[in-house]
């Protein structure tokens, strides 16, 4: 494994923040929350002139380095757009024509679902079907979750597996992306603001709440980079377990680095003038949809039982 990403998705990734800051960066999200006009197709056209719809990420190891930052970058600015479901390669091999998404096939739901006509929707167990979205729920911890009706019961499909494995790991990158910015908001409230005539930073309690951020926030990244590389290598069954081990690592990540960021702002910290209020509620589906952590560990321990999980050492008798 290269733990660096290649120049040409870095400079990928330089060119979709400009894009996305042209876009109004985070205050897009905001607007969005009350434009009656969503989708927006201004970043439907933007993403096509960054050149996100042409990215093929399982056949060109740049490409798919160029999309995971391409997540990363869209969850900074909590874009509300479903990037990483359009990245998701179609489970049956031809070119994407509609999202992808792993949802819960007792109440299947998915995120941004009023951006495309139909989506393309797995509960991850190797079987997918289509789905028409209906209205947003406009929820307060979801503005853009909106509930599918499938247009048919869930087959067997070659590529699903493999489907929900790259889905998992971009939206694993989104969250990843929220929690540097998130992180990085947090040290300049901290920095500005001050208390008995210091900045808050010179307190060690909050220097060392940050640090532990700052550390896990850096776990996430490698272990992105790590999946991201395994999704290229591995046999499809063993690249689904280290997504899935990298999404309960996001989620579990995601718990601490956002609630020590909220503390941090103290009554700020659910503000919607403040981005740390915004990055918190926006990023809620991608947390909670289609499980939470716990969920997700228990699948994993099974995926695990039944066909191993590749390390550096031998452990329980697998690999």
């Not at 048919?152 to 939206?171: D, H, I, K, R, V």
């Not at 532990?212 to 776990?219: H, L, N, Q, Y």
Request: with cysteine; glycine share 10%.
């Amino acid at each position: 494994m290269n733990p660096l990403l290649p120049e040409p998705a870095v400079a990928f990734g330089e060119s979709a923040r400009r894009a996305f800051g042209d876009l109004g960066g985070i205050d897009r999200a905001r607007r969005a929350e009350h434009d009656h006009d969503h989708p927006d197709r201004a970043i439907a056209d933007a993403l096509g002139s960054l050149g996100v719809d042409d990215l093929s990420v399982t056949t060109d190891t740049d490409a798919a380095a160029a999309g995971a930052v391409a997540c990363i970058e869209a969850g900074r600015v909590v874009l509300p757009w479903p990037v990483a479901g359009w990245l998701t390669p179609s489970c049956d091999g031809s070119a994407r024509t509609r999202p992808f998404a792993l949802v819960d096939p007792t109440d299947p739901a998915v995120d941004h679902g009023a951006t495309a006509p139909r989506w393309e929707i797995s509960p991850g167990n190797g079987r997918v079907t289509t789905a028409t979205p209906g209205t947003p729920l406009a929820t307060r911890l979801g503005p853009f979750v909106t509930r599918v009706t499938p247009t048919g019961g869930f087959e067997p499909a070659t590529g699903a597996l493999a489907a929900a494995a790259w889905w998992s790991m971009f939206t694993s990158c989104r969250i990843l992306g929220a929690l540097e910015r998130a992180l990085e908001v947090t040290v300049e409230h901290t920095s500005a603001r001050h208390q008995f005539g210091r900045p808050l930073t010179a307190f060690q309690t909050v220097r060392f709440a940050l640090a532990d951020a700052k550390v896990e926030v850096a776990g996430l990244r490698e272990l992105s980079l790590f999946t991201l590389w395994r999704l290229g290598t591995a046999s499809v069954p063993d690249a689904h377990v280290d997504a899935l081990a990298l999404r309960m690592h996001a989620l579990d990540t995601a718990r601490g680095v956002l609630r020590t960021c909220r503390q941090l702002h103290g009554a700020a910290g659910v503000c919607d003038e403040y981005e740390i209020a915004m990055l918190g509620r926006h990023l809620q589906p991608t947390l909670r949809l289609p499980d939470d952590a716990d969920t997700v560990a228990v699948e994993l321990a099974g995926s695990i039982r039944v066909g191993g999980f590749d390390g550096l050492f031998d452990h329980a008798g697998h690999r």
